[in-house]
């Protein structure tokens, strides 16, 4: 090769390094650009990231703010629900308490206005009844509607006994204290016998609650005639049913009362008997008018008793049979009258002979009668 051919080559090489110097120079450049680029856009994602994470921080902290308010407001509205169910619950017991007071209210009405309906028929009842004088001795006690009453007591007495009641009580404790007593009855034949205290048991209380009989009706306002007449014409008249009445199930006197009960066997007919007051009944071959009111049943709700020894009156036992009734007790009368025997003024005596059934009846506690 020639010198020319050479520097020819040589020319050529070098152009090539030129360009290929441009060329990297102009890369360079361009990552220069690039690379500032990418710097300015690592800054702004910096920032953005810088942004990003002060508005996390931001979010966390209005989380947490939030999340601590709904826990405030959770907990405050659980205790506000915890508050209402106790309200509830305090409101129903409150409301069952109500219900229960309204309904013993109820029923403290329904008795009293029962109460009050008794009241009212046991008060008409008893305007209705027919009159009759009352005397009541004696002191109030506790309660407003009590009073002493004078008592009747039966006294069954057995065979061969005597009641003697002296008008003296110190005579009574002296044949008591005897005892036993000798008592002559002629031709040196005699008798003992012994002297014993009477009790008597006595009401101390009594309670009674009465109530309307529905088959019971009184008849009062009756005329003087014979009583098995005036019972027949009273039973005849009021089971008929155009008289108001029905079939007649007893008709009875109550002696105490001169009043006349008839009970009938169907409850409804006495409730129309006193729904008139008169009813005119034929009795002494004419017309006459009786009353007819409710009969009142009564019960006993309270009984109190108490043990009384008779302060004038002595029970003489162990009387045989060995002569005439009559004639023994005059006997016996007679001894006892005596004061040298310990006896005295004699004011009631009663002799019971063996095989004989006899009841005396004491009016107050020495007042002594007999009652075959």
């Known amino acids: ?88 619950i305090s409101m129903k017991e409150k409301e069952a308490e109500l219900l229960e007071e309204i309904q013993r209210a109820e029923e403290a009405l329904r008795s009293e206005e029962a109460n009050n309906a008794h009241l009212q028929k046991q008060a008409n009842v008893f305007t209705g009844v027919p009159e009759r004088p009352v005397v009541l001795k004696g002191t109030p006690g506790d309660a407003a509607d009590a009073f002493e009453m004078k008592p009747r007591v039966v006294y069954p007495m057995a065979g061969g006994t005597v009641l003697v009641t002296f008008e003296e009580e110190v005579v009574a404790n002296k044949i008591l204290d005897i005892q036993k007593h000798r008592v002559p009855l002629g031709s040196d034949c005699f008798i003992i016998i012994e002297a014993r205290p009477v009790q008597l048991m006595l009401p101390r209380l009594v309670e009674i609650d009465t109530e309307v009989s529905p088959q019971h009706v009184l008849i009062s306002n009756l005329p003087e005639m014979d009583m098995e007449k005036l019972l027949s014409k009273l039973e005849i008249h009021f089971s008929k049913s155009r008289h108001r009445g029905g079939e007649v199930d007893r008709c009875e006197l109550l002696p105490d009362s001169q009043t006349v009960v008839i009970g009938f066997l169907e409850k409804h007919i006495a409730m129309c008997l006193t729904e008139r007051a008169l009813h005119e009944v034929d009795l002494l071959e004419k017309g006459h008018k009786v009353r007819v009111t409710p009969f009142l049943n009564g019960k006993i709700t309270n009984l109190k008793t108490k043990m009384t020894v008779c302060p004038r009156t002595v029970l003489l036992t162990g009387i045989p049979d060995v002569m005439e009734p009559e004639t023994l007790q005059d006997l016996l009368e007679i001894h006892f009258q005596k004061s040298s025997n310990g006896g005295g003024e004699v004011e009631a005596f009663l002799y019971n002979p063996l095989g004989q059934e006899t009841v005396a009846v004491f009016e107050g506690v020495d007042s002594v009668s007999e009652e075959q």
């Open 1 to 88: 090769m020639s010198s020319d051919e050479e520097f020819t080559v040589v020319s050529e090489d070098k152009k090539t390094s030129e360009e290929s110097l441009e060329q990297i120079t102009t890369a360079i450049s361009n990552f220069k650009k690039k690379h500032e680029q990418l710097i300015e856009e690592q800054r702004e994602l910096a920032a953005s990231r810088d942004d990003q994470r002060d508005m996390t921080q931001k979010f966390k902290q209005r989380s947490s703010k939030m999340l601590q308010d709904l826990e405030a407001d959770r907990r405050s509205h659980d205790e506000q629900i915890r508050i209402e169910k106790a309200n509830v």
